[in-house]
């Protein structure tokens, strides 16, 4: 089978949105095959997996921008936007001794200040122009001509491999013996509370005065 071209990224130079442009990178996208993905997964730590199979956790602006040691942006861009990166933790390398390394990847926020005249920026004045998330290490992308990944396929390969060789039966029986079980907790709580306030009752017949 001929080897596939990788889907060319979409001009991304302009103030599209964040839903523009996961629609223009669809509408053009060479999607990886399952036998391509289960190769991709089998060499991803499981943080890669885990942000592939759902979605990166970057920290909340609160929490980013209460550490002392990271400037709230990085950059200016031409037009007078001013650059903000949250790398995603879940995802982030680990060094040898154990230490986090590099983020894999990284959100990418253009933002544009509201100033007075003097430049302190005013009440409500941080308004987020775009955002998308950028791939620093190229190892997290599939190799250049498998196509691009699909969370759902990345779900499928992982529980495949992990299902295989376990028996069907097996599973069933064991289903259907934690439903039993279980059902049989819920009814003898209901009859434990049956008894109670049965017990409730008499009580309180039996305190009632005598009207003769």
């Known amino acids: 089978m001929a080897a596939r071209k990788r889907a060319d990224e979409p001009d991304l130079t302009g103030p599209l949105s964040h839903q523009g442009e996961q629609q223009a990178r ?7 095959s ?4 289960a190769l991709y997964v089998s060499g991803q730590p499981d943080g890669v997996i885990d942000c592939r199979e759902a979605r990166h956790r970057y920290p909340g602006s609160r929490l980013a921008l209460s550490n002392p040691d990271a400037p709230p942006f990085t950059d200016i861009t031409p037009e007078g936007w001013y650059v903000r990166e949250i790398g995603c933790p879940s995802c ?6 154990g230490t986090p390394g590099p983020f894999r990847v990284v959100r990418v926020e253009w933002w544009h200040l509201l100033h007075n005249k003097r430049g302190f920026i005013i009440e409500n004045g941080a308004q987020l122009v775009r955002a998308r998330p950028v791939v620093r290490d190229p190892d997290y992308l599939n190799p250049p001509g498998q196509g691009r990944i699909k969370p759902r396929d990345v779900r499928a390969v992982v529980m495949s491999l992990a299902m295989k060789g376990m028996n069907v039966n097996t599973i069933t029986r064991e289903i259907r013996e934690r439903q039993a079980e279980q059902a049989r907790l819920v009814r003898e709580a209901y009859d434990r509370t049956l008894t109670r306030h049965d017990a409730q009752d008499a009580a309180q017949l039996h305190a009632v005065p005598d009207a003769g």
């Open 92 to 97: 982030r390398k680990v060094n040898d001794n």
């Open 34 to 37: 399952l036998p391509e993905v």
């Open 26 to 32: 669809q509408q053009d996208s060479i999607w990886a």
